[in-house]
Structure formats: C-alpha cells, structure tokens
C-alpha cells in the first residue's frame, strides 16, 4: 500500500474509538481503578503482578514476533541481517558473557552485575519510554493526514523525551522505584540528594509540564486538519508526567509501565493481524504462525502466553526476595532458583530479551528507512474494516 493510501482514512483512529480508548488510550482510562483502589493496597499488587505476568514479557516480544513471523517482513530481515541479526545476537551474547564471565576477568559479585546491567535498562528504558510515546503520535499523525515536516512535529518528540523520559526518571529516583535500585544511579547521586528537593520538584515540575503541554495544544489545534487521538493522547502523558510526582511507585508503575505494554501488545497484534502476505508453501515456520495471525486475539494470546510462561523466573531470578512475599504461587521457584547457574542464566535471558527489544522495536518502527516504511507502514495503516 502506497504512502498516500495510508494517510487517507476515513477516521481519525487507528482501528476504532473503542479499540483505541482501551488499548492506546490505557493511560487515561487506568486512573478509574487506580484511584478507586488507593485506599486498598492488596488490590493494587494485584494490579500489578496480573499486569506484570500477562503483559510485561508478551510487549517485549511484540517486535520480534512481527520480524520472524509475520512473512511481510521475511525479505526485509534478510535485506537487513545487521539490524535484524547481528545487533541482536551481539546484546545476547554481551550479556550472557558479562553475567558469566570468571571472577579473575570481572571481579564483581552477581548483584554488583545485575547493578550495572539494571542502569543500561534505566537509563535506556526511560528514553524507550519516551520514544514510543512519540512514535504513537506520529501514527495519528499520519492517520490524520497531515504534514510529515514542520515545528509541531519535532516539538512532538521534545515534549515526548522531556516529559516521558527526563522528568519521569526523575520522579523515579525521587521515590525510590524498584527500576533505580536495581542500578547503581543512588551510588553516583545519593536518594537523599533527590529526596532533599523532591518538595521543590513537585511545585516546579508540573508547572512546567502543563506549559509545555499547552504549546503543543496551541500548534495542534492550528494544524489542519487537527488529530483528536493525539489531543487526548497527549492529555494522558500529560497526566502521567505530573502524576509521577505525586503517586506511589507502585500505583506510578501500573500507570505508566502497563499503558507502555497495552500500546506494544496491540501494535505487534493489530501489525500481524494486517499481514496479508502470502505464506510460502514451503515455509513450515510461517504456516504456523500464520493461523495465530489470522486473527488479532490469537496473536494476543500467544504472546501473553510467553508473558506467563517466562516472568516469574526472569522476575524472581533478579529478586529471589520476593518470593517469600508470593505465598505458595510461586515457590517452585525458591528450589529451582537456589542453583547459581540457573539463576544467572534467567538473569542474562531476562536483560538480553530487554537489550533485543530495545533494537527491534526501532528495527520495525524505523520510518526514516523507506524500506521499513515500505513495510511497516501498510501492516499499521491497512483500510480494511477490522472489528474492535
């Protein structure tokens, strides 16, 4: 599908406002419970380890699964095998090898390794963050219509990493996240260096958010024609930006990490959904992933699949602690996770699966290549009617 096809549609929305609102728009509509379980501490875990477990893992092979086993992008994993290939299979074996590697070569204990790991995924997770935020309002960008250059698109990407990255890995290190102790971030700069002016922040910080937000408002309802979804997608990082100053890390956590996993879940979904390609005769591996990608709930389901599968060992290899706080759930673990050997081997799968993610994702969604945008952007942007 040609460029103009796609950006010719007829509505603002990428599938439907429903279809939207819940997937794309989680950062909104996540405060109803949020604020209505404040006061009950039990539910908010819950919350999060059913988020945690269903989507944390299932967005962090989104991507992947749309570069191996959708066929729309067989010939561009082979045009591209550095991007694709080699970069990945460099961060797994750089991980592996640092979470393995002899104390004689690397004299740090395990958890000093899973420090310096934890501050490569703070810090570039935090612009991960940021940049999917601008890469949601360049598809309703694009959805709408209009133009691909100008002040108001590179101020998009601004607000994105200013509020969605700076400022909320700021908030972070103030209250203490679990994500800023798992780095050596308080080694650098103390938590009590933050803390001392976190009173100042939370006065001077959603200000500045609001005004920022304010000037992109004012240049989007002067474009022509004006993107609903990104007005209110905007209002939603608005929101999180300020209430990352205010709400607890783990009530912050649900806001901002599960809208974050919605979005990739949908996405790598709707994306292998759209895949109309036709399927080798030949290819085993794409006639079977093709009967998931039939339909936008089995894609789902698969990937959620592996979520489940897999995240209490990548969670409970970095933090054994916590399995005396999971009851019985999970205590199959404790025995299994006493080993060393396995223990870092679900550490070094846990970072390095997050190091890939970090690569495909701007392997697929790299637009600025127009071999990516040849296939990424028919795959997001089909006219097909799809059902919610």
């Known amino acids: 599908m040609p460029m103009s096809t796609a950006t010719q549609p007829q509505n603002v929305w990428l599938r439907s406002a429903t279809w939207d609102g819940f997937w794309m728009f989680s950062g909104i509509w996540l405060l109803a419970p949020l604020l209505a379980f404040s006061r009950t501490p039990h539910l908010i875990q819950g919350m999060l380890i059913v988020g945690t477990l269903v989507l944390w893992l299932s967005h962090r092979f989104a991507t992947t699964y749309n570069a191996f086993c959708t066929p729309a992008y067989r010939g561009l994993v082979r045009e591209n095998r550095t991007r694709f290939l080699v970069w990945p299979l460099g961060a797994i074996l750089l991980t592996f090898g640092f979470m393995f590697a002899p104390g004689a070569l690397l004299p740090l204990d395990p958890w000093g390794r899973v420090q310096i790991l934890g501050t490569i995924f703070f810090l570039y997770n935090a612009y991960h963050f940021g940049i999917q935020h601008y890469g949601v309002l ?3 960008r694009i959805q709408a219509g209009q133009g691909h250059s100008g002040w108001l698109k590179r101020y998009e990407r601004f607000f994105c990493i200013v509020v ?11 209250h203490g996240a679990e994500v800023v102790y798992d780095s050596i971030v308080y080694h650098v700069l103390p938590r009590e260096f933050f803390m001392s002016a976190f009173r100042f922040l939370q006065f ?10 304010a000037i ?3 240049g989007e309802l002067k474009a022509r024609p004006v993107s609903f979804p990104k007005l209110l997608y905007v209002a939603g990082l608005t929101l999180q930006g300020i209430l990352a100053y205010f709400l607890e890390p783990i009530s912050f956590l649900i806001l901002w990490g599960v809208q974050h996993w919605l979005v990739s879940v949908a996405l790598g979904a709707h994306m292998a959904q759209n895949d109309t390609s036709e399927v080798p005769m030949t290819s085993r591996w794409y006639s079977f992933w093709g009967r998931f ?8 389901f698969v990937l959620c699949l592996a979520s489940v599968a897999l995240t209490p060992f990548f969670q409970f290899a970095v933090h054994p602690e916590k ?3 999971e009851g019985r ?7 299994l996770l006493a080993n060393t050997f396995l223990a870092n081997l679900f550490i070094a799968m846990n970072f390095s699966s997050v190091y890939v993610h970090f690569i495909m994702d701007r392997a697929v969604f790299r637009f600025s290549d127009p071999a990516v945008r040849k296939v990424s952007v028919p795959l997001l942007f089909q006219t097909r009617l799809v059902r919610a």
Do not use: E
Not at 164 to 174: D, E, R
Not at 204 to 213: D, F, T, W
Not at 293 to 299: A, R, S, V
């Open 138 to 140: 360049s598809i309703y």
């Open 164 to 174: 969605g990255t700076v400022l909320v890995a700021i908030a972070q290190a103030s």
């Open 204 to 213: 001077i910080v959603p200000p500045i958010i609001v005004a920022l937000a």
């Open 216 to 218: 992109f408002y004012v």
């Open 293 to 300: 990608n039939k339909g936008f709930w089995p894609t789902v």
């Open 323 to 325: 399995l005396a706080g």
């Open 329 to 335: 759930i999970f205590s199959f673990l404790s025995v």
